[in-house]
């Protein structure tokens, strides 16, 4: 009994700090500057640290609007290591990215 119960604590602990690999913050609705440190395509998922050294976790919406250059772009456009800005809205505990821009 003992061991099944620490099995399942492990693997649970396990998925826990693998399932995204970040530590993300929530922030206030604002505009923040950062560079992307991920993305995932398959989620259109992005995560972007802020030069305050928050990680923010934008799955992008129907309404998000990304552009490059005062263009709007295609999701494929995003690419780690780019400097971006990003204007979210903080929906509960979740950011909602309004706009993102990219700088380079």
Known sequence: MRTT??????????FAFTSC???????????????IQ????EESEIYVKTK???????YFIEETKL?????VVAFKALEEGQSVTVKVKK????LDPL???IKE
């Open 5 to 14: 119960l620490l099995i399942s604590v492990i693997t649970a602990l396990f």
């Open 21 to 35: 690999g970040h530590q993300t913050d929530v922030v206030d609705s604002g505009t923040y500057d950062g560079t």
């Open 38 to 41: 991920k993305v995932k395509p």
């Open 52 to 58: 305050d050294g928050k990680t923010l976790e934008l």
């Open 67 to 71: 552009t490059q250059s005062g263009e």
């Open 91 to 94: 929906v509960g505990k979740r």
């Open 99 to 101: 706009t993102v821009q």
